[in-house]
């Protein structure tokens, strides 16, 4: 049986180069990868970007309110589908993340969905809530913060500054710049972890 995996991480994880790693590896032996990547993801145009230099163009630039079931479809029957890869998904609507299980059990093709677990203010995202409830498979991609320690927080920085406020998505290098954090240097530099904040 097909299933649902969610691979997350904290910015600098390698998210995306895995990911692109894991496509070409299906490309080389001749299977068919779809590439989805929602469109509030506006960094990379229709494109996915790792931040160690390899891009792709993607093959579905999803909506918030579109069906992932009919935006597949129209491209090409399941059938002729391999695998799905997802970059960014913490940005799906959890509506979309439960389509995405559906692919999988339904019609037999693996989802797999690469994504942030949580935002700057150490909450998570409606997309990532989902996948965390309904995905057969969880694995953490592990990076390190300044300090040395395994980073799971993610501090945005405004003008060079720490910040607690704001919309939950800016993009990075767009509107913001982002830093894998430990705990210890995320409470120090951005400020607690509050219950309910």
């Known amino acids: 049986m097909a299933k649902l ?32 990547k929602p469109g509030v993801d506006t960094k990379a145009g229709q494109s996915v970007s790792s931040r160690v230099g390899v891009e792709r163009p993607v093959d579905v630039v999803l909506g918030a309110e579109e069906s992932l079931r009919e935006r597949l479809l129209a491209l090409r029957p399941y059938a002729d589908i391999d695998a799905v890869f997802i970059d960014e998904a913490q940005f799906l609507t959890p509506a979309q993340v439960d389509e995405a299980f559906e692919v999988a059990v339904l019609h037999g093709v693996p ?26 498979s969880i ?25 607690t406020h704001g919309e939950q998505v800016a993009i990075d290098g767009q509107h913001a710049e982002y830093e894998s954090l430990c705990g210890r240097c995320y409470v120090d530099k951005v400020g ?6």
């Open 5 to 36: 995996y969610f691979r997350y991480g904290a910015m600098n994880s390698s998210k995306t180069a895995l990911l692109l790693t894991a496509a070409h590896n299906y490309e080389e032996r001749d299977q068919h990868p779809v590439i989805v």
């Open 192 to 197: 607690p972890v509050a219950h309910g904040s």
């Open 139 to 163: 694995e953490e991609l592990k990076t390190i913060c300044r300090c040395g320690s395994k980073a799971i927080f993610n501090g945005r920085r405004v003008g060079g500054q720490f910040v």
């Open 111 to 136: 989802v797999l969905c690469y994504g942030l677990r949580g935002d700057f203010t150490t909450r998570s995202f409606p997309g990532s809530m989902r996948l965390l409830e309904i995905s057969h």
